[in-house]
């Protein structure tokens, strides 16, 4: 069964750095489009960056400038480096991806940024 696991997730005070994990298992990772989404208490789940099989990316303007997205295929994994953090981005961050041939959700890290 196709997997992809979250890790990285933390506490870190406003302005702080975390770089979250996705690593994908039982599938060729190289071949899809990798996404994170997040979603904070009583708000609907949001796409924050995606990052397709040829790298290109696209990130939520919320998170522009701050976060990057990035692939690592030899490891199948996918990254999401969170820098200048706050507290706006206190939520849980889920990994997809999203092709139909794989279709696969991370079980989600959390990540809270306060002082």
């Known amino acids: 069964q196709v997997e992809v696991v979250e890790s990285g997730g933390g506490s870190v005070q406003p302005g702080g750095s975390l770089r979250l994990s996705c690593e994908g298992s039982?599938?060729?990772?190289?071949?899809?489009?990798v996404r994170w989404y997040r979603q904070s208490a009583g708000k609907e789940r949001e796409l924050v960056a995606s990052?397709?099989?040829?790298?290109?990316?696209i990130y939520a303007d919320s998170v522009k400038g701050r976060f990057t997205i990035s692939r690592d295929n030899t490891k199948n994994t996918a990254y999401l480096q969170m820098n200048s953090l706050k507290p706006e981005d206190t939520a849980i961050y889920y990994c997809?991806?999203?092709?139909?041939?794989?279709?696969?959700w991370g079980q989600g890290t959390q990540v809270t940024v306060s002082s």
């Open positions: 997809h991806v999203p092709d139909e041939r794989v279709n696969a």
């Open positions: 990052i397709t099989s040829t790298a290109s990316t």
């Open positions: 039982r599938f060729t990772f190289k071949w899809f489009e």
